[in-house]
């Protein structure tokens, strides 16, 4: 029987509101470094834990030590990024398919005798044949016979850790190629057995020319905006090459910060100005903070790790780096005027004190900046551009009158009070420049005050390209207490 549709009568649609731009992350380290973990097609990879980092660096490698001094920390940091650099020239990589405990049965191998595939190694057709893989015993084996037919092509392993086979070039640099594996022309085909042909392996990996750190710091940048501190794990730097690091981050339109660990003996020098921490106050750089240790050249890692762990989401949650803990990173016992060098040029240490205690001081930049508040500043950049963005995306429209401009202001308001309520801002007098109706002098009772002009003020030029009126704020940072001269009056 036919019926009408309800829906001539009573129509109801369901419209979902678009999902909000989520803030960035300021909590995740980048750790670059040049182990041959990482290709250079992948990149970039992503660690929640310092036993998934041992998973695939092990315990000696120089991101693992970086990884170990960050996750060391307590709190401990949610998220981790390892980076590679083509220190070196590269070789040409064919990563096999991940085989289940079924396909890595070591009787699917020995049942082998004339077995055989093609490869295509540096531009050459490789066709190994008369494979006979019945006399092996294990996994390692099967690839130590795979190699030997490849014979000064290339060599292949089994990945133990990612359960994998790996044919790699012989050669490095942009000629060094390297295809899927096929069938052979005849024989039995191993290709397959081994996950290395089309729909099983990943994508051949060709080999690249050396770069530099500037270069492979350039792309990563544009591979990745998830990273917001960066470590370089290579104990070798070349001045030039962390000053043209340096240089980047300050200049980058994404807000990242740097950090670098000295162990040279210059930076205790109160006479030297030639030294890298020398040169990097002089570059004024308000995005890169340097340590000094003698005992870990990733001590910067530390510092990194108790930053990154501030949740600007909660309530008190901000912090002072000085008086802090570095786990794992041996504290300096300095005589008083190589501390006061290290201050003067800006560099931080983790250091004894006569009362049986150690903490980083100064927890500055290398202009001299409070690393606290270019983090924090940082975050609240970003959290009032999100804000006011899905204010525009998440609505129909935001009009252009002064109710209108008011939501905006108001959108503004909203995250500055979790900029107070965070410990990042409170209140205090305004000492800066006058703001709409905020004066110098006057006292911010708020922690932070915004104002926009009238819509009626604008030009028409402007209202026609529907620009809205430039809301100004005013924010008043907490600051923190370093020091402290107490004055004893005795009477008898």
């Given at each position: 029987?036919?019926?009408?549709?309800?829906?001539?009568?009573?129509?109801?649609?369901?419209?979902?509101?678009?999902?909000?731009?989520?803030?960035?992350?300021?909590?995740?380290?980048?750790?670059?470094?040049?182990?041959?973990?990482?290709?250079?097609?992948?990149?970039?990879?992503?660690?929640?834990?310092?036993?998934?980092?041992?998973?695939?660096?092990?315990?000696?490698?120089?991101?693992?030590?970086?990884?170990?001094?960050?996750?060391?920390?307590?709190?401990?940091?949610?998220?981790?990024?390892?980076?590679?650099?083509?220190?070196?020239?590269?070789?040409?990589?064919?990563?096999?398919?991940?085989l289940s405990a079924t396909q890595q049965a070591i009787a699917n191998f020995t049942a082998v005798t004339a077995?055989?595939?093609?490869?295509?190694?540096?531009?050459?057709?490789?066709?190994?044949?008369?494979?006979?893989?019945?006399?092996?015993?294990?996994?390692?084996?099967?690839?130590?016979?795979?190699?030997?037919?490849?014979?000064?092509?290339?060599?292949?392993?089994?990945?133990?850790?990612?359960?994998?086979?790996?044919?790699?070039?012989?050669?490095?640099?942009?000629?060094?190629?390297?295809?899927?594996?096929?069938?052979?022309?005849?024989?039995?085909?191993?290709?397959?057995?081994?996950?290395?042909?089309?729909?099983?392996?990943?994508?051949?990996?060709?080999?690249?020319?050396?770069?530099?750190?500037?270069?492979?710091?350039?792309?990563?940048?544009?591979?990745?905006?998830?990273?917001?501190?960066?470590?370089?794990?290579?104990?070798?730097?070349?001045?030039?090459?962390?000053?043209?690091?340096?240089?980047?981050?300050?200049?980058?339109?994404?807000?990242?910060?740097?950090?670098?660990?000295?162990q040279s003996s210059l930076a205790l020098d109160p006479t030297s100005t030639t030294d890298i921490v020398s040169?990097?106050?002089?570059?004024?750089?308000?995005?890169?903070?340097?340590?000094?240790?003698?005992?870990?050249?990733?001590?910067?890692?530390?510092?990194?790790?108790?930053?990154?762990?501030?949740?600007?989401?909660?309530?008190?949650?901000?912090?002072?780096?000085?008086?802090?803990?570095?786990?794992?990173?041996?504290?300096?016992?300095?005589?008083?005027?190589?501390?006061?060098?290290?201050?003067?040029?800006?560099?931080?240490?983790?250091?004894?004190?006569?009362?049986?205690?150690?903490?980083?001081?100064?927890?500055?930049?290398?202009?001299?900046?409070?690393?606290?508040?270019?983090?924090?500043?940082?975050?609240?950049?970003?959290?009032?551009?999100?804000?006011?963005?899905?204010?525009?995306?998440?609505?129909?429209?935001?009009?252009?009158?002064?109710?209108?401009?008011?939501?905006?202001?108001?959108?503004?308001?909203?995250?500055?009070?979790?900029?107070?309520?965070?410990?990042?801002?409170?209140?205090?007098?305004?000492?800066?420049?006058?703001?709409?109706?905020?004066?110098?002098?006057?006292?911010?009772?708020?922690?932070?005050?915004?104002?926009?002009?009238?819509?009626?003020?604008?030009?028409?030029?402007?209202?026609?390209?529907?620009?809205?009126?430039?809301?100004?704020?005013?924010?008043?940072?907490?600051?923190?207490?370093?020091?402290?001269?107490?004055?004893?009056?005795?009477?008898?």
């Amino acid at each position: 029987m036919q019926t009408l549709a309800v829906s001539d009568v009573v129509n109801v649609q369901i419209v979902m509101s678009p999902k909000a731009a989520a803030t960035r992350d300021f909590g995740a380290l980048l750790v670059l470094g040049s182990s041959p973990v990482i290709d250079v097609t992948e990149r970039i990879r992503p660690y929640s834990s310092l036993d998934s980092v041992v998973s695939d660096f092990g315990t000696t490698a120089p991101e693992y030590l970086a990884a170990n001094l960050f996750f060391s920390q307590s709190p401990q940091p949610a998220i981790m990024y390892a980076g590679r650099w083509a220190k070196t020239a590269t070789s040409a990589l064919l990563k096999g398919a991940v085989l289940s405990a079924t396909q890595q049965a070591i009787a699917n191998f020995t049942a082998v005798t004339a077995g055989g595939m093609q490869i295509t190694i540096d531009g050459t057709l490789k066709n190994l044949a008369a494979i006979d893989l019945s006399g092996v015993t294990n996994l390692n084996g099967v690839a130590s016979i795979i190699t030997t037919k490849l014979a000064s092509a290339g060599t292949c392993v089994w990945n133990a850790t990612l359960n994998r086979f790996e044919v790699t070039s012989a050669t490095t640099g942009t000629t060094s190629t390297i295809s899927y594996a096929v069938a052979p022309a005849s024989g039995v085909d191993v290709s397959a057995l081994l996950g290395l042909v089309t729909g099983q392996a990943s994508a051949p990996v060709n080999g690249v020319l050396a770069e530099s750190l500037l270069s492979a710091v350039t792309d990563l940048a544009d591979v990745s905006n998830g990273w917001y501190g960066l470590l370089v794990a290579d104990p070798s730097l070349n001045p030039d090459d962390v000053l043209a690091v340096a240089a980047f981050i300050e200049g980058s339109g994404q807000s990242r910060i740097f950090g670098y660990t000295t162990q040279s003996s210059l930076a205790l020098d109160p006479t030297s100005t030639t030294d890298i921490v020398s040169k990097l106050k002089g570059g004024n750089y308000k995005r890169t903070f340097t340590q000094f240790s003698s005992s870990s050249p990733y001590a910067a890692a530390s510092i990194f790790g108790r930053a990154f762990t501030v949740n600007f989401q909660g309530n008190n949650t901000t912090i002072t780096l000085k008086f802090k803990q570095e786990p794992g990173v041996t504290a300096e016992s300095l005589a008083s005027s190589q501390a006061k060098a290290l201050k003067a040029k800006n560099c931080n240490v983790f250091v004894n004190y006569d009362n049986d205690t150690a903490i980083i001081q100064e927890g500055v930049m290398c202009n001299g900046y409070f690393f606290d508040e270019v983090h924090g500043l940082d975050w609240l950049q970003n959290d009032l551009q999100t804000a006011v963005w899905n204010l525009f995306y998440t609505n129909g429209k935001v009009s252009q009158t002064n109710p209108g401009i008011n939501r905006i202001v108001t959108t503004l308001d909203s995250r500055a009070e979790q900029g107070v309520t965070n410990g990042l801002l409170a209140p205090g007098q305004w000492n800066g420049p006058n703001v709409g109706a905020l004066s110098t002098g006057q006292y911010l009772t708020k922690g932070y005050y915004t104002y926009a002009p009238s819509v009626d003020t604008q030009s028409q030029a402007d209202r026609e390209a529907r620009k809205s009126p430039p809301p100004q704020m005013a924010v008043k940072l907490a600051g923190a207490v370093h020091f402290a001269d107490v004055i004893v009056n005795v009477n008898r």
